[in-house]
């Protein structure tokens, strides 16, 4: 498949990486353009600006942010005005629900298609082409789109046509695992100043009723105190969140843990913790019982 | 081991049977005599009375909660009144840190043991020997009680000499699956209100970083509405959570989430769920959201 | 003073009404030019649209959200190329701290004052002219506004040369209000469970330590459970804690009982309470203990 | 009135004194017979132990919790052995609803009378005899009281026959203070972190809806971040809400506000603020932003 690949983070180097170890033809773009050198190494041709990644049958952005998405994508240099018709935009960033139907709406108007496919897994999952791929969309696009998402994760769930599908998914798991780090703050705090060893009782966990990878990851970075460097970063926690509830607020549904955690991030970024994993949230419940 | 066998409900009837299967001696008791038959055509011995149970080298007792438990404990018709000394009191029960603690410290006084054990499942899980047993205590006295736990669970997880450690970490571990059943109520109720089939919302966590019995156990309940029959009623939910607010209010723990399942849980209460299985509470969110 | 008047609802009628009787000479504009008939017949002028209200020495705004205050601002057609240099904008609107920093960079930048003024008080106190006005900006700007105030109001607040504070004020006592809502509903669907009179207690209530206008008024909403015609609808009630919330975000203030009316809100919402006073939110508690 | 007066701490000191100055004839008993002095000189009786003050037509206790009002009531040296028949035993601490209703039946049962009558004031009030008084029980045992209430606060409300009420009403209160509290602990946190002055904002506050003794003793308090000496020390509020939340378990009524308040009190009180008013939870918003 002939790809456009822009944004090389953390994540996204991965990605472009294996697509292109699988054969296809990979074209990058990231505003700092150091971090094309190593796939241009391997293979890719490196763009110029933006519209250079956007000649292929696809594009694929995996960005940071609601902001940085719309500013690629729209706008006389974006990827819109530099898609040809027929070609297909997959999203792969984390952005919010209303900005996915405004993308997908756009995309339409310009007689190209979108496709939002968030993932779940951290940089070590992108890098061995182990993510979980959440796809919605035009089903067509989704399907042409598969030999990628085949190269570069594990598997594909599809939810159907509306792109904004697969960010509410999205953005509800990352609420889900956010929860599962509260919980085990809250539990280990109280476990915790009474005595009991924090490693055990997450052992215990882990082998009975909470044996998902969720618990293990997190409840080793929560007992260990390890929140440094971050796999997922505070502030990104804190946008997830956000994102969530704004969803929840257009759909008028009430989600009092999410503003628990909502309360969580801000507290954990007005104390400093930028640079923290998400997971440090964990550790307000235990500051808050008079714990270090 | 010669047994006693005090509380013969959904949970103490496998529990007996399986330690009677595994060639122990019991003796049961029960207030309701009927619920003893079964077991005494399996080869149990009735007994008349709490005494009448108290004549081994242990007892064990399955009863509904605090107020249970101390009847049957104290006063002068009562298993310590009735105990051996060396002999052993294993607490089952879900009680709270603050009972286990006079429980030791009153066997203690009258030269007993006390040995905290409580299980993590389910009927279905005590019925096949299935348990997760959490004990802590005097290690000679578990010890000597492993026979009769390895008859009737899995694993057990020992956790020191302090009997209420075991409670703690029992309570703890309620207030997660509670956890979960409220963020997945959440969950549920964004993702369902925007037309997302929960089903395949469900299959896509416990496919990926949510693949813990927890999550299939709840989430299909939850996914599918089916709070009757109960497997653990509401209101065991709601003294579980107040037990474990009532440990971290003496620790002085602040568990905001905690406290978020404790309103859940009489709001449920107030509404007429007495009957319905604890994870109804999920279902909350979704009717605050206007659904159903 | 000649002056503009944008927005003729509930708030706005009064106070251009209260302004034209105290001599100013007063340009009046609304989107649905039936509502300018009145202040007509007073001696108002009619404009035809917005920069026709632009004209004079301040134009004052009254409009109901910031998509309707960004609306008639910007643009081509709007005030801020209607009004002239050194001209001035009022805005007594509630609107978000972030809108009054961009409106006050954007009317500076065209050398133009923007002066933010909103006011605590219901209709019937702008009909009386004895709303309270909290006003922040230029301090010259101010001043000069000083003898429209004083027709419209019975007390001004100069908060400073940010506007953005007069918003913050507004917002954050509109919170203040709410909060007295939640905690009056949470308290008397307990003592009204219980079975004590309503309004009995509200007169305890009011006779002692809580004998502000804001208890007296909501409490005797609440007690009488009469939340139509609403005075205040909910959805602004949502709007604002939305906005005190979006502003306790940007400087990363967390407010758990923020988070807790936003919640409220948004069951009001979706529960079909759109029409009701947004002191409607107190029946939730009730609701919830399983009354009515 | 022939009079026994229990306890005399900050509370109990003033309104004794009060009672002693109208005319009644006073015997006072306290643990700490150095507290009983000052009364004696004054002209009242020492007691030697609490039968010793139980003589009279009726006894006061004003004591520090339900574990010091049980213990003063019940048992062969206690109050109920001590009251003749048809005496009266007033309560005025702030007790939980289920003591009160416990304490009405025993004295029933012994032929006496209870009367439930917690105050509103703080101990300057006490001594000023400026106290509001909350009263509940039977009719003709409140009127006999009326001189002594007279000569101790400005005004009695009754609540009717069930004691309990009065305590229900007490506990709601003192939640609702709590909830002023905290509302401005986040208000201020807010426009604070801004950078608008704390003082201005409450003259505002309190100079139009919020013109109220409550909003302006704890405005200043928290404005000027005084939080010693305390006049109502931090357990005790933590203490009242646990009552108020207790009532609200038994009679299924899910409060949000009050779980917020009683995780506010246990971090309060677990990072070392034992002797601070109870309106230093307000400061806990003000943290959690990065604030001091």
Redesign the interface.
Known sequence: MKLGFIGLGNMGSGIAANALAAGHEVTVYNRTAAKMQPLVQKGAKPANDIKGACGGEAVITMLADDNAVEGAAFGAEGIIAGLAKGAIHVCMSTIG?ALSERLASAHADAGQRFVAAPV?GRPDAAAAAKL?I?AAGDKDAVDACMPVFNSIGQ?T?Y??L?P??AN??KL??N???A??I???G??M???G????DLH??L???T?????????QIYGNLIAGKKFEPAGFAAPLGQKDI?L?LA???T??????????L???F??L????GEALDWSAISQL?AR???QA
Chains 1, 2, 3, 4 share one sequence.
Request: aromatic residues 12%.
């Open positions: 629900a779940f979980f959440v598997r769930f939810f159907g509306k904004q599908y509410l998914v509800s798991g609420f889900l695992i929860s599962v509260e919980a085990l809250e539990a705090a109280l476990v100043k009474a005595g009991i055990q009782y052992d215990l966990l082998s009975t009723l909470f044996s998902a990878p969720v618990y956000r969530a969803a929840a607020e759909l008028r549904v009430p989600m009092p843990l999410a503003s628990l909502r309360d969580r801000l507290t970024l007005a104390g400093g419940a808050d019982s008079g």
